[in-house]
């Protein structure tokens, strides 16, 4: 119902909002981060650190500084493809939790195909034909989950999950035994060059997956709230059963929804190793797609409104990763941050959701 709910807020489009409402919508936005970051503090002083030096470093190293802003943005975008996929599958009443298994098979095809693919095509060709497999790889690890969904009703995030567990071991795999580059000691895949991944922009260290990702974004966005396939996808998110005394065919919608949300994480993977890392070593897994859920639920499943997020999370992460070396704080404790975000976040929803039923009754 929560995620119903929010696909509602976030498409309203160009109806005009009222002063309550818009006081109530920025409330239940920012009220959850206030109270992570203040909660957050008050354990860090527990623990016998500054809860404002940390946070400074963070601001230092994660916005204010040109070097560490470049990597905020780099960051950023294969948060916003997932972030994108799961805004498609969320409105359409979609819990696909699958996605970090997605991104990383997606990350394996990229990466196994582009050192040798570039020997025989140009750099670009190379780009778009490995970013088209990886996609085309997500959506195949979606299609299990998918077909139990639209054929037998079963839970989707029991089966999103379980392929997830499923796609992180079988990325090892192929990292180790198949795709493993035999001229290094570590297991990991051959290496792109530096000269043939994604482009720089401006004399940056920002490559031009930005871009790609701010693209996919602006379209999630206008597809889900500007046509007609998003406004079918909503109503069957809604209620199928609705949607099917309607006409719609539920069963087919619900592929598309996990085709589009699975391709574009799995661009996010492809994204991720053609602009940054070049190869894929094995276990190596930053474990966006979760991270990324309180984000688009802070967005309200707005598109636009993701961006704001997904920018002040890759703060939170570049900036952490600094504070923590400097401070003694381990690494994840950005991810207690993101712990009580999503606690706040629950809590907020609830009461909201009773003050809604009393006004009502």
Same mark, same amino acid.
């Given at each position: 119902?929560?995620?119903?709910?929010?696909?509602?807020?976030?498409?309203?489009?160009?109806?005009?909002?009222?002063?309550?409402?818009?006081?109530?919508?920025?409330?239940?936005?920012?009220?959850?981060?206030?109270?992570?970051?203040?909660?957050? /503090?008050?354990?860090?002083?527990?623990?016998?650190?500054?809860?404002?030096?940390?946070?400074?470093?963070?601001?230092?190293?994660?916005?204010?500084?040109?070097?560490?802003?470049?990597?905020?943005?780099?960051?950023?975008?294969?948060?916003?493809?997932?972030?994108?996929?799961?805004?498609?599958?969320?409105?359409?009443?979609?819990?696909?939790?699958?996605?970090?298994?997605?991104?990383?098979?997606?990350?394996?095809?990229?990466?196994?195909?582009?050192?040798?693919?570039?020997?025989?095509?140009?750099?670009?060709?190379?780009?778009?034909?490995?970013?088209?497999?990886?996609?085309?790889?997500?959506?195949?690890?979606?299609?299990?989950?998918?077909?139990?969904?639209?054929?037998?009703?079963?839970?989707?995030?029991?089966?999103?999950?379980?392929?997830?567990?499923?796609?992180?071991?079988?990325?090892?795999?192929?990292?180790?035994?198949?795709?493993?580059?035999?001229?290094?000691?570590?297991?990991?895949?051959?290496?792109?060059?530096?000269?043939?991944?994604?482009?720089?922009?401006?004399?940056?260290?920002?490559?031009?997956? @930005?871009?790609?990702?701010?693209?996919?974004?602006?379209?999630?966005?206008?597809?889900?709230?500007?046509?007609?396939?998003?406004?079918?996808?909503?109503?069957? /998110?809604?209620?199928?059963?609705?949607?099917?005394?309607?006409?719609?065919?539920?069963?087919?919608?619900?592929?598309?929804?996990?085709?589009?949300?699975?391709?574009?994480?799995?661009?996010?993977?492809?994204?991720?190793?053609?602009?940054?890392?070049?190869?894929?070593?094995?276990?190596?897994?930053?474990?966006? /797609?979760?991270?990324?859920?309180?984000?688009?639920?802070?967005?309200?499943?707005?598109?636009?409104?993701?961006?704001?997020?997904?920018?002040?999370?890759? @703060?939170?992460?570049?900036?952490?990763?600094?504070?923590?070396?400097?401070?003694?704080?381990?690494?994840?404790?950005?991810?207690?941050?993101?712990?009580?975000?999503?606690?706040?976040?629950?809590?907020?929803?609830?009461?909201?959701? @009773?003050?809604?039923?009393?006004?009502?009754?």
């Amino acid at each position: 119902r929560g995620a119903n709910r929010a696909s509602d807020d976030g498409g309203k489009g160009g109806m005009t909002a009222q002063p309550g409402e818009v006081v109530s919508s920025v409330s239940r936005v920012l009220v959850p981060i206030v109270l992570a970051l203040v909660v957050g /503090g008050l354990i860090l002083l527990a623990l016998g650190k500054d809860p404002l030096a940390y946070y400074d470093y963070v601001l230092q190293r994660g916005l204010f500084s040109w070097s560490g802003f470049q990597q905020t943005v780099i960051r950023s975008a294969p948060l916003l493809l997932i972030a994108s996929g799961l805004i498609v599958a969320f409105r359409a009443g979609i819990w696909n939790l699958g996605v970090d298994g997605q991104f990383l098979l997606a990350a394996v095809a990229a990466a196994a195909l582009a050192p040798l693919l570039i020997t025989s095509l140009p750099s670009w060709l190379t780009i778009v034909i490995c970013c088209a497999v990886s996609i085309l790889v997500a959506m195949a690890w979606s299609l299990v989950p998918a077909f139990l969904k639209a054929q037998y009703g079963l839970n989707e995030i029991v089966t999103t999950l379980m392929m997830t567990f499923l796609g992180i071991s079988f990325a090892n795999v192929l990292v180790k035994l198949p795709f493993d580059d035999p001229d290094n000691s570590v297991p990991q895949t051959m290496t792109l060059p530096v000269a043939d991944r994604l482009g720089r922009l401006f004399d940056t260290t920002i490559h031009s997956g @930005i871009i790609i990702a701010l693209l996919a974004v602006f379209a999630v966005h206008f597809v889900m709230t500007r046509t007609a396939f998003g406004l079918r996808l909503q109503i069957v /998110g809604a209620n199928p059963r609705a949607a099917k005394h309607a006409g719609m065919s539920v069963g087919r919608l619900t592929y598309a929804t996990f085709a589009l949300s699975a391709g574009l994480a799995g661009l996010g993977g492809a994204v991720e190793i053609l602009g940054v890392w070049g190869t894929m070593r094995a276990d190596w897994n930053p474990a966006y /797609g979760l991270l990324v859920v309180p984000l688009v639920f802070l967005a309200r499943f707005n598109g636009i409104a993701v961006i704001g997020f997904t920018l002040f999370f890759a @703060i939170l992460m570049i900036g952490g990763e600094s504070a923590s070396r400097r401070l003694g704080v381990p690494n994840f404790y950005v991810l207690v941050l993101v712990a009580l975000l999503l606690i706040f976040l629950a809590l907020v929803e609830y009461l909201d959701h @009773i003050s809604r039923q009393r006004k009502k009754a």
